[in-house]
């Protein structure tokens, strides 16, 4: 009986290892089965339902020709799907991770990570989502000097929500808290959705939320200011901080991506940016989007790189007085 | 009364194929362990991009519903839950299995499943605008005095020993607190790699309840193994016992709405306060854990009655009260359907279609799941040491299915074996569990509410005042009051009966 068992389980196990591909396939040849995609997010949050969106197409023979599957693993404000994928992710091109700036450099700053933009690999760039001001419909404040002012003359007392800590909401934050001069309590909450329902139910009195989700809020809602370098097309009417003169720039703006593992061949990662642009930049991808009211910035590999380098620069200044 | 204008949508055939396949596929999907509603819609969401935005909408709302009931199988059949939404239902459902009833356990989940969830729409399509307003007062000092009336739920929980349900209770939060913490992000009793991502509840539901139960099959095994006997049961009279068991129906369902209605709250603490409400208005609660049907009516009325209520929030202020409905969000964003007060002036056609197919997806899924239960004299009949085997690969799969990590079959295999150890000491699965469940939602939300309370007028005004923390603190200290006198009254009647 023992014997059969034995035998049983080696006739097994040889075959399983028989049918793992043992040669590692050329580039030529890719990709020549599905492609994962860890999104580092709950489903039916922003970057999972944007990424959904933009990897519809892959399977569409013009792009890659096989489909991209998305896997959730959430947790800790993208913390453990992030460390994960940059400690155990293969670079063999067929394990890619949607990132989120300035969250994954944030907290490589802040804490120790195996991730950080050293260690991972951009593809392209699908998305850029300015953080906005929002105060409940029936709050007293209706622009951001009005904050600023209840602020200087109350220190400690005004409390700000955001979905977590050391998200692009956090940074958004910590600028405005830095070049206002003010201080300020942040409420750091499990997600951009929980976050604006306890705005509008005035659990909080203000918060920084997405541009798209607070977009759709507008009739519950009041929009203060938008941390960007310009006004939004969603919303001509809501300034800027730099118009109501407190010195925010776009450091905080959530831009959204694919990377890939560090050791992804050159080959590989030209042929995913250049496929990954042109999906991006699909008809069909970008009317579901608008849709939806996510807005979308398409970035090259190249011009991701250089952005990754300057918001590296910038937030380790910022936050140099929290690294742990 | 609106809603019947639109219900001619619902029954064009390919509307109504749709809601069939989506009311079948979640039956299966839900029965199998490991697969959550949230997983089974997020994964549908790409299927709806080439639907008009009904039947997307419809196949998405078919499977939430069905789902949420299939969870129930695999938690009366194999005592494993099939979501954090069916703990509850484990506790009498299995047991009424082992007693040959396995049949009837299935009919009455299903007809009060769909009882509840019936009513629970009713309530979405009359009183959304009314209670929509309700569903925001709740923050962060009140879903943790929720919480903390989930927790006060342990001593019904089947332990023998109050004591040994506290310990247990204790060792459930602490399990919670492991991985990163949810607020500051800080790492906690992470002493390998596999624990970074904290434990999955999933992970844990599986380990706990599952295999315990395939290692006491395998200890039992000298001859053969044993199989379970099971008697066929007349659907009409399940019909017929439901109907008359009103007062588990009532609570079930007035539990599952006020608690669907609560953003953040979700399923789990429906069914559990549900469960221990019936048990405490029973005539005979010494029943409860042995098989009483009313366990199972409760907790399934329960934790289906929460699903048309659960959208309100979501349908009417555009805020996702659950993470399933934060899928269904995006379901409609797809679209170009913004939620929102004017949604259904707006796009009257799709969403009265959609609440539409909820009504009747409820019927379909009381259809399908009493067909499904005729078959589950299969399973049940399967000698032990094969289903023993068949329970652990189950368990393997389903668990590595949620995140795809090899990681959280290593934790749910410890804790499996961790759990047979222990109730070789008279502790059981389900205070833990409530631990792990209820732990973080209490901890996330006290976090947020001491800075809140630290930038307002302190801890004690910001926890101790106004209605809602009064209310739900005065029902904490009844549930624990009425807890305890019932301890003594079935003492009192044991020493009579023993004289």
Redesign the interface.
Known sequence: MKKTIQSLLTAVLATTVATVPTLVASAADYPERPVSLVVAY????AT??QA??VT?LAGKENYMNMPMVI???P???G??GW??FA?KAKSDGYELAAYNVPHFIA?AIV?KTPYGIDNVEPVANWGADPAVLIVPKDSPFNSVKDVVAFAKKNP????INGA???VGHHIAYLQFAKESGTKL??????GG??A???V??G??MAGFNNLSDAF??Q??VKILGIADLERHDFLPDVPTFKEQGVSVDNSSVNFRGIMAPKGTSEEILAYLSEKAVAMFGDGKVQG?MK???SPMHVMTRAEVQAMWKERQAYLSDLLKDLVQ | MEFLNYMGAVFTPFNFFVLCLGTAGGLILGALPGLSPTMAVALLIPFTFHMEPAAGLILLGAAYTATVAGGAVSAILLKIPGAPANIATVLDGHAMARNGQAAKALQLCFISSGIGGVLGIFVLIFFTPILAKWALAFGPSHLFWMAMLGVTVIASLGSRSAVKGLISGCIGLWISTIGYDQIEGVERFTFTEHLTGGIHTIAALVGLFAVPQVLQMIERRGGGGEVLAMEQHPVWQTVKFVFGRIRAISIGSIVGIIVGLIPGAGGQIAGLVSYDQTRKFSKNPDNFGKGEPDGVIAAETANNAMVGPSLVPLLTLSVPGSPTAAVLLGGLLIHGIFPGPDLFIDYPEVSWTFINSLLIGQLLMVVFGLALSRLAAKVIRLPENYLAATVMVLAVFGTYSVQHSYSDVLVMATLGVGMYLFEKFGYTAAPIVLGIVLGPIAERNFAQGRIIANAGDGMAPYFLSGGLNLTLIALIVLSITSSVYFEIRSRKQKEVSHA
């Open positions: 709950n489903p039916g949050g999972d339902f959904r969106i519809m896997f959730n693993r947790g800790a404000g913390k453990v460390t994960q400690s907290q804490f400690d007392k005004l409390t977590g800590l050391y309590v942040y409420v750091p909450e499990t959705a929980p604006l329902k306890n509008i139910s659990q909080v759709r809020s009739d519950r579901k849709a939806g009211g």
